[in-house]
């Protein structure tokens, strides 16, 4: 299946979330901190009022609460507004 974004939408898909162990203490999935950080994998158009900066390859920052989750072919991938991306990270 292939999504592709409509108006001003991005999706994004998240970087891995850090496993820490705490002495021997293995953290589960659901108290690992949520990454901020991940790679864009498609872009919508824009809109007349908003010119798309980021593009497919990206990789970018973005808030917390950014977002909706959705799943594609088993791979969990989050459907934002490019408005919801703080920065784009360059190496």
Request: proline residues 4%.
């Amino acid at each position: 299946m292939t999504i592709k974004p409509l108006s001003d939408r991005v999706l994004v898909e998240p970087a891995k979330a850090e496993e820490v162990t705490a002495g021997g203490i293995i953290i589960p999935d659901s108290a690992k901190e949520k990454p901020l950080k991940g790679i864009v994998k498609a872009v919508g158009h824009g809109t007349k009022d908003e010119e798309m900066v980021v593009k497919a390859g990206d990789t970018v920052l973005y808030g917390k609460y950014a977002g909706t989750e959705i799943e594609v072919n088993g791979a969990k991938l989050l459907m934002m507004r490019q408005s919801d991306i703080l920065a784009i990270v360059e190496d």
